[in-house]
């Protein structure tokens, strides 16, 4: 192949502008995030099954509603609906975010680049965390219109019932990413994290009324999916949107801090 | 420069790395060599904080790994080749190896033709063979110019064509007065390459030599001389090893050329002087094998001890008087 040629000894190589530390650190996690083909698989299943669901339901609602059922809704909050499949799509870019390292083995090189166990980790929350309120308010941004077109009249909405789902949604997927991350930081298996999530997101929910004591029912309003609802949708819920922020906030620290306590002393 | 102070490595009984101190200079290759499992990739991932001792330290420029600021700039790591992630092209992984540490992004396409994947770069890793990728494992190393090299095992699979490139990189490197440290299994990946080589067995240190003293240790001489009785007296007071029987002394020690004019100068006739040197493997054998398994050391094990003893305490001899 080639002759090994190496540069002769230069002074230091200039560093950019930017370089190195923080803006480094999520710089580099951007890069592997958006350079891997996986990722926008993901993304583009994400924006079909936003798309079809939206479509699905706002037909649904006009076929309900010329039937006479009370079956209208503002058609950002259809959209809203059908985050609860969606939302899949963050929990699985977020799990690979770190477990795609562990199992490449890349984690070694990435540790290598940014040793300081915390900002690797707050560099990937920090990219985890504005691509989901990006692919959230995104979502809701497209599938609007198609799930208005749909469901015609029953569809009806003004821009409060807009811009709160776009918000709810951009931060109820990010905020959730953030958890997942931290989990499966904790748990360094994909499979497992997925599983994990996905019984929280869907299984507890319904696991916790069989018990048949209302203080533990009334502990499903405080999970993800709730009070991401609570958020994107503006009407009557168990509690406001300050206190949905609130629950998903400490969702996402919570979920962090165990990550960065297994991450801090674990050898790699 | 590298330091290991009182290195250790536990899990649960095992003994990983036991107690390793040692300091690894710029400018020249330094081989760490040990059987596989001795404690050579645990010692080097201590060395780039990614495993936590249990006691001890690894530095580097008196610094812990995990408070360079910009890390790449001071140390490059070829540690397996599975660099990057196998769905990235080789390209954008060098990018963001860069980035993080604040490298301008022409020093990708630099280190790329350095390498001689330039024309692969945006194939995706995962379409790489083997060399290839310890080709890109070296161009992750080389991304920030760093002062210090870490190769773990780097021929590790590699056709010979590759094994020849890796080893003239590599004393291309140290001439440029870098720091290379570099792991092996093989001696004879090291004898053309390394100047200095450390050895390690069952996580002990159990040589720290420029590579040729490590020959000259195990060289013996056979003197043959009417004046056996006398001459023995004065090679043992010039710090040689001697063992007298009869005209003959067996001797060894480092100052082994010299008993022709030590002999000269005492007026000593020497009838007969041989020389025999134990072949840099069989010392590598002898002190790997030593350490591996005592019961089926084929050389009793207070040899070997005194052997390592005598080698470790001939290059820090050294040390300090330079």
Not at chain 1, 104 to 115: A, F, K, M
């Amino acid at each position: 192949m080639s002759t090994p040629t190496t540069t002769d000894r230069t002074a230091a190589l200039p560093r950019t502008t930017r370089g190195g530390c923080w803006w480094g650190a999520i710089a580099f996690e951007w890069t592997k995030l958006s350079s891997v083909r996986s990722t926008w698989w993901i993304i583009v299943a994400a924006f079909v099954a936003a798309l079809l669901g939206s479509w699905l339901l706002g037909a649904s609602a006009l076929a309900s509603g010329r039937n006479g059922l009370d079956s209208a809704m503002p058609a950002p909050a259809i959209v809203v609906q059908t985050m609860l499949v969606v939302e899949i799509v963050i929990v699985l870019l977020s799990t690979f975010t770190i477990t795609g390292e562990y199992s490449t083995g890349s984690i070694t090189t990435t540790l290598q680049e940014v040793p300081r166990r915390k900002q690797m980790l707050l560099a990937k929350t920090a990219v985890v965390l504005v691509t989901g309120v990006v692919l959230g308010a995104a979502l809701i941004v497209v599938g609007t219109p198609v799930a208005s077109a749909s469901a015609s009249q029953f569809g009806a909405f003004d821009a409060v019932d807009l811009v709160r789902a776009i918000v709810g949604t951009g931060l109820g997927l990010g905020l959730l990413g953030v958890f997942v991350l931290g989990l499966a930081t904790a748990l360094r298996s994909a499979s497992l994290t997925i599983i994990t999530v996905l019984g929280l997101l869907h299984l507890v929910p319904n696991l916790l009324p069989l018990f048949g004591v209302d203080a533990i029912s009334d502990l499903v309003q405080y999970l993800p999916n709730q009070a991401m609802a609570v958020l994107a949708v503006d009407t009557a819920g168990p509690y406001g949107w300050p206190t949905a922020v609130l629950i998903l906030l400490g969702w996402a620290m919570a979920g962090l801090l165990t990550g960065y306590l297994v991450l801090r002393s674990r050898d790699v | 420069m590298i330091t290991f102070e009182s290195l250790t490595k536990t899990y649960g009984p095992k003994r990983a790395v036991d107690d390793i101190s040692l300091t690894i200079g710029t400018g020249k290759v330094t081989g760490f060599l040990g059987p596989n499992g001795a404690g050579k990739s645990t010692a080097m991932r201590m060395l780039l904080g990614l495993d936590r001792p249990t006691s001890g330290k690894a530095l580097i420029g008196g610094r812990p790994y995990v408070e360079l600021p910009h890390p790449l700039s001071t140390v490059g790591a070829l540690l397996e080749p599975r660099t990057g992630h196998p769905g990235q092209s080789a390209r954008s992984h060098l990018l963001g190896m860069a980035r993080s540490n604040g490298i301008p992004s022409r020093r990708v396409t630099a280190v790329l033709n350095m390498v001689g994947l330039a024309e692969v770069a945006r194939s995706r890793i995962g379409t790489f063979s083997l060399g290839m990728r310890q080709r890109l494992g070296i161009a992750s190393a080389l991304i920030g110019d760093p002062e210090v090299l870490i190769f773990d095992e780097p021929v590790n699979g590699l056709d010979p064509e590759g094994v020849t490139w890796i080893r003239r990189f590599m004393r291309d490197l140290a001439a440029q007065g870098r720091t290379v440290f570099v792991s092996s299994h093989l001696l004879s990946e090291m004898a053309d390459t390394a100047d200095h080589l450390v050895v390690i067995a069952q996580g002990r240190l159990v040589a720290d030599s420029p590579l040729h003293d490590l020959l000259d240790v195990t060289r013996t001489a056979i003197v043959r001389s009417p004046e056996s009785s006398r001459l023995a007296e004065v090679l043992d007071r010039s710090g040689l090893s001697v063992t007298l029987s009869g005209a003959q002394i067996q001797v060894s020690g480092e100052r082994i050329d010299e008993i022709g004019s030590l002999a000269h100068g005492q007026n000593l006739r020497i009838d007969e002087l041989s020389f025999t040197a134990a072949s840099l493997e069989d010392v590598y054998a002898q002190l790997t094998e030593g350490a591996t398994d005592h019961r089926s050391s084929v050389v009793p094990v207070d040899t070997i001890a005194s052997l390592g003893a005598q080698i470790v305490s001939n290059s820090s001899a050294k040390e300090s008087s330079s």
